[in-house]
């Protein structure tokens, strides 16, 4: 297994390097030490490699990943899997804002907790925080799920769209156009999915919340004008 130690070696070889990976490639599996806080790792990766990251990084680890499943042994600043399409980021510690912002697919399953801004703008991205969120989180949240098995901070699913949000904690306050729903069978089958899919065996989908769009807002009617 190729391993990089970013304190002797550029960060850009290091994304060189996964960038370079082809179809049927023996070495798919890499390891990173001493990342020290560095910002970019692992980012734009488009091939089923294995990444793992031993230590904390800085802004947008493993950003625009597709196919690869990148592990960071610690926690990660702003802007983790940023618009990300496929595969699945692992997060061992917790993350700063807007983890998974954009994000088209994929899972991202943070282990501690999770900043603000989380899932804003998702577009089909599945993310799994066993810990709490912070506040504006699913902010026009668009498709995909927002897993938390903690409390959220305020305005959750701001002006959200048809995302599916689930909390198991408190919610400190909804946001615009976003109410707490019915828990139907096959949203119980949904999560489970996801729980099991994050490692997760000790919870039950049963104690989760349902929350999402009250389809007011970005259907434009005459009457709600005053919530625009």
Known sequence: MPTFDLASVPLRDLNQALHAVGAGANETGF?????????????????????????????????????????????????????????????????????????????????????????????????????????????MAQAGNLVVLGDSGDALGDSLYEAKLFVRGEVKSLGADCVKKKMRPKHLALLADLLAKAGITDVKPEEFTRYGSARTLYNFNIDNVDAY
């Open 31 to 139: 390891e990173v030490i001493n990342p020290r806080g560095a910002h970019a790792v692992a980012v734009g990766i488009d091939a089923p490699v294995r990444v793992d990251v031993r230590g904390s990084v800085g802004y947008y680890c493993a950003g625009m990943n597709a196919e690869a499943t990148v592990t960071v042994h610690g926690s990660v600043g702003p802007g983790v899997a940023e618009n990300m399409m496929s595969g699945t980021v692992v997060v061992k510690g917790d993350a700063s804002q807007y983890a998974g912002a954009t994000g088209h697919g994929g899972l991202l399953v943070i282990e501690g907790n999770a900043s603000s801004r989380c899932g804003i703008s998702m577009k089909g991205i599945d993310i799994v925080v066993k810990g709490n969120i912070g506040h504006m989180s699913a902010f």
